[in-house]
């Protein structure tokens, strides 16, 4: 009798012992989904005007972010108007063929462009 007793009172605390790990484990995967969604890598650029509703960005720093996996906020001077960009959707800009010059050295880049879509809309959308 007293043997069984033991021996309930062991798998009890085996069970007790697996939940508490098993909420440890939950709580730990939650912390590190709370960190990465607070802690979001972003690269921010300013663009000073839109060319027929498209931000026109530099390569390198399309590439920049991609090479960090960061997401771009795209920051229309002079407003209060941001697009953001994933870093799963950078891919989508399209590539101006054409070769620039920089002013200030001798570095040539191409232009990404994104049709810009002011965040605030975007949010609209999805709302509707």
């Known amino acids: 009798m007293e043997n069984t007793?033991?021996?309930?009172?062991?798998?009890?605390?085996n069970i007790l012992?697996?939940?508490?790990?098993?909420?440890?484990?939950?709580?730990?995967?939650?912390?590190?989904?709370?960190?990465?969604?607070?802690?979001?890598?972003?690269?921010?650029?300013?663009?000073?005007?839109?060319f027929h509703g498209y931000a026109s960005l530099?390569?390198?720093?399309v590439g920049q972010a991609m090479e960090d996996?960061?997401?771009?906020?795209?920051k229309l001077m002079g407003t209060e108007e941001t697009m953001t960009i994933?870093?799963?959707?950078l891919h989508k800009?399209?590539?101006n063929p054409m070769k620039f010059k920089s002013i200030h050295d001798n570095f040539t880049y191409q232009l990404v462009d994104y049709k810009f879509i002011p965040d605030k809309n975007r949010q609209m959308k999805l709302l509707k």
């Open 69 to 74: 996996k960061d997401d771009l906020e795209i």
């Open 17 to 50: 012992v697996e939940m508490l790990i098993l909420e440890t484990f939950f709580i730990a995967v939650s912390v590190e989904k709370l960190l990465n969604y607070i802690l979001i890598k972003m690269m921010k650029v300013q663009v000073k005007r839109l």
């Open 5 to 13: 007793t033991l021996s309930k009172k062991r798998s009890f605390l």
């Open 86 to 89: 994933s870093y799963k959707e």
């Open 58 to 61: 530099r390569d390198y720093q």
């Open 93 to 95: 800009g399209k590539i």
